[in-house]
Structure formats: structure tokens, C-alpha cells
């Protein structure tokens, strides 16, 4: 049992360069998030799933677009990266709005 | 919007020593409260949650509702408590919202 599943683990970009960071589950939740961590900023969310075929935005989508493949899989997008994105993005899922989240272990992403 | 604010970016204990961390929040409506923890090099993991009532690693946590605050507290800290932790809130619209998160040092 896997839980959430995150890929790739760590990822330098060059600005401008576009890439889209992975997320999958396997507890068969319905709501899936993604967030990043910033030092002293905390977890901030980006964009969020209720359920399949749903997405929000949530406190900073500027820059970022998702994409709830199915079920399983909520996938994050930078269209053009800035250095402003540097950051440490994490992947959440849980079963309802006021239920234990799980988290993936996370997406190093540097750009230079 | 709903919000959550920890006013604490560090906090330094000695071994044995209680320990409170706070948290406060803003919500339209009856919301549900965690505190999630983050031990070095592992995934973020829940520590525990209002609506469980219950007592996790000696953590409690008291949800008021007059002061709109969820703090977390520990009679005596252990070295095995240091971590970063994070309150977080769940409304009626399923976005979960995270604070600035504490990170707390035990020292011996």
C-alpha cells in the first residue's frame, strides 16, 4: 500500500522551461490537493480537488494549472517556471472534507 | 476566506517542560481542526484533530470557540517531540488550510 505517491522526487528547471509534477493515490480518496512549503510561509495551498471532475483554486494559483486525471491522480503544471517557484510542493488526498489528509513526500523543485 | 495563524516560528523547550503552541483561526461556520506534524525527513502526518477528542503522544488540544483558537499543549516535552507542526482547518467547501507551522526544539 503505497498511500500517496509523488514524482519526481527532486527537479531544477530553467526558467521559462515548463514541467508537470505528478501525484497519485491509492486509498481510493476523493479529495486531492496540492500544495508548497516555503520557509516561514508555511503550506500553502495552490489548487484543490473536492472530487473527481472538480478542481479550485486555493491561496496562490497564479502560475499553475491541475489537471484531476481520475480518481487516483491530480497532476500539477507550471506553464513557464519563474524562480518564484522554487519550492518544496507536497500532494495531499483524503476521504472527505473533514477527514485525515495524507500526504506524498515531496517534489524538490529549483529554478535557476 | 478562512485563515490560520500560528504567531510562533520557533519554539525552544528544555526536556521535561511544558510546552504550548498556538494557534488561532478565522471561519464563517463550524470548522474542523488538526494539528499535523513533520518530523525530520518524514511526510507530514497527523498528530490529532478536534472532532477525535483524543489524546495523541500526550498532545491535547482544546477547541474555544469564543477566542477562535485551537491550541496544542504537552505537560512535558520529550527530545523526541522537536518537529515542525502545523494547525490546519477543514470547512464546508473540503479546502484545508495550513498556518505558518512552529517548529519546536527540546533540548535536553
Known amino acids: 500500500n503505497a498511500g500517496v505517491t509523488q514524482t519526481p522526487k527532486f527537479q531544477v528547471l530553467k526558467t521559462g522551461q515548463s514541467m508537470t509534477l505528478q501525484c497519485a493515490q491509492d486509498m481510493n480518496h476523493n479529495s486531492m490537493y496540492w500544495y508548497r512549503q516555503d520557509p516561514g510561509m508555511g503550506l500553502r495551498l495552490i489548487y484543490y480537488s473536492a472530487s473527481e471532475g472538480t478542481t479550485d483554486k486555493g491561496e496562490v494559483p497564479n502560475g499553475y494549472n491541475v489537471s484531476r486525471l481520475n480518481k487516483r491522480e491530480f497532476s500539477l503544471r507550471l506553464e513557464s517556471a519563474a524562480p518564484s517557484q522554487t519550492s518544496v510542493y507536497f500532494c495531499?488526498?483524503?476521504?472527505?472534507?473533514?477527514?485525515?489528509?495524507?500526504f506524498g513526500q515531496g517534489t524538490r523543485l529549483t529554478v535557476v | 476566506a478562512q485563515r490560520v495563524t500560528q504567531p510562533e516560528k520557533l519554539l525552544s523547550v528544555f526536556k521535561g517542560a511544558p510546552v504550548e503552541l498556538k494557534c488561532n483561526y478565522s471561519?464563517?461556520?463550524?470548522?474542523?481542526l488538526f494539528w499535523y506534524v513533520q518530523y525530520s525527513r518524514q511526510r507530514l502526518q497527523l498528530l490529532l484533530r478536534h472532532i477525535s477528542r483524543e489524546s495523541i503522544k500526550g498532545f491535547t488540544a482544546d477547541l474555544n470557540k469564543g477566542e477562535t483558537s485551537f491550541h496544542l499543549k504537552k505537560p512535558f516535552a520529550q527530545e523526541e517531540d522537536s518537529a515542525m507542526y502545523y494547525c490546519?482547518?477543514?470547512?464546508?467547501?473540503?479546502?484545508?488550510?495550513f498556518g505558518a507551522g512552529t517548529t519546536v526544539t527540546v533540548r535536553a
Open positions: 490546519a482547518l477543514s470547512g464546508h467547501d473540503y479546502k484545508l488550510s
Open positions: 471561519y464563517s461556520g463550524s470548522p474542523e
Open positions: 495531499a488526498s483524503r476521504t472527505g472534507q473533514y477527514t485525515e489528509a495524507f
